[in-house]
């Protein structure tokens, strides 16, 4: 196990130039969600991947997320299931037809896989995960989360069920939720719900229409707003951003698999296998290619002293996780 503390991470002299220089970044200004992709791509060419090799590096991504809730939180005394309060486990999707859980993380290929998810159970007809439009596989009434349960319900589902989330490295996820929700024309709801409110609290000298409109929210600002304490004396941040374990609480759910965004493809074929799927639908086989050059570009934005407060933020993910600013970590994935 390999820790480097802020500290010594920030020692390195071209930090930038090591940062993300293996970890695929997607997202560039200009692509949009999964939609862009013609349907008729996806042709699913059946790939068998290691099984060995990936339950391998399973059991040491498991290992890593012990060790690291243990460190984080002492001892591993009262890190289970049943001290977790069911209202807060909202994005672990149950799938009680192939008895699954999916804790869905925003910006981590959650679209796919709800899609996926909806063929697996039934819920669209087609067995082409592309065919179904994005905003259907996030409509809330589509799922049942835990939530939805009564206590014991979920406690018996946690038990029982095949349990998985995927991850992404902190900062690419943050980039990308940048881009995607404030830079990119997507919708106004973020500006109007966040980027007003980030111009007036953390730009000087704003113009009337920025303070209207909040389309123009740098990523300085940005973060400026997630380091900032009283952003979440209100409550927690919106999904996008919120820090995984937050979302999917991993030091105290057993997930039998933690997949990474990094590793998508070869992730989701084991998760399939595992959920005895027959090869009745596959996980579409695109992954976008993460742009390495746009995410440097944007770190390089702000100051070291908001990385470091940023890196804290994100810290325990980094570390359950196992991402770091070590180029070969990211690269091998473990
Ligand atoms: C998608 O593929 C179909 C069939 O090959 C083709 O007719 C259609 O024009 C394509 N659409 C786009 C947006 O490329
Ligand atoms: C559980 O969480 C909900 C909202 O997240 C909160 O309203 C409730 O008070 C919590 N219950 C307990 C017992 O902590
Ligand atoms: C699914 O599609 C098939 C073939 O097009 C059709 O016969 C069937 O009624 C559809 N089922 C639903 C639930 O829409
Ligand atoms: C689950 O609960 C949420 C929040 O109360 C609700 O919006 C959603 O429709 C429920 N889902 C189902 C399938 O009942
Ligand atoms: C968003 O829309 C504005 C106004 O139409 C345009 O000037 C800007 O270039 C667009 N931004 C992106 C990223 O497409």
Not at 71 to 92: E, Q
Not at 187 to 213: C, H, M, W
């Amino acid at each position: 196990m390999q820790w480097y503390p802020v500290k010594k991470i920030f020692l390195f002299p071209s930090f930038f130039l090591f940062v993300f220089i293996v970890v695929e970044f997607s997202n560039s200004p200009g692509s949009e969600s999964y939609d862009i992709y013609n349907n008729s791509a996806t042709e699913q060419t059946k790939i068998e991947y290691d099984l060995k090799k990936l339950l391998r590096i399973q059991k040491n991504r498991k290992k890593r997320i012990r060790n690291a809730c243990r460190d984080a939180y002492g001892n591993l005394h009262g890190l289970h299931r049943k001290s977790l309060n069911m209202s807060s486990l909202d994005h672990v999707i149950s799938v009680d037809q192939q008895h699954l859980l999916y804790c869905y993380v925003p910006k981590v290929a959650c679209t796919n896989w709800k899609r996926t998810l909806m063929i697996l159970s039934g819920k669209a007809n087609t067995s082409n995960p592309l065919s179904i439009l994005a905003d259907d596989s996030h409509r809330p009434h589509v799922w049942k989360t835990l939530v939805n349960f009564t206590t014991s319900e979920s406690q018996s589902r946690l038990e029982n069920y095949y349990k998985f989330m995927f991850v992404r490295h902190p900062f690419e996820r943050l980039v990308s939720a940048y881009v995607n929700k404030f830079y990119q024309n997507y919708s106004d709801y973020f500006r109007f719900r966040y980027g007003r409110a980030i111009v007036q609290s953390y730009r000087k000298n704003p113009t009337d229409e920025a303070l209207a409109r909040g389309h123009d929210v740098t990523f300085s600002e940005f973060v400026q707003y997630l380091i900032d304490p009283k952003s979440r004396e209100k409550g927690p941040f919106n999904e996008h951003w919120r820090p995984m374990h937050e979302l999917c609480r991993p030091c105290h759910i057993k997930y039998d698999t933690i997949g990474k965004y990094e590793t998508l493809l070869e992730d989701s074929w084991l998760v399939l296998e595992n959920a005895q799927n027959n090869h009745e639908v596959g996980f579409p086989q695109i992954q976008k290619r993460s742009n390495v050059v746009v995410v440097k570009s944007y770190l390089s934005q702000i100051t070291e002293s908001q990385l470091k407060k940023l890196y804290k933020l994100y810290e325990l993910d980094f570390r359950l996780f196992g991402y770091d600013f070590q180029v070969e970590s990211n690269t091998n994935s473990l």
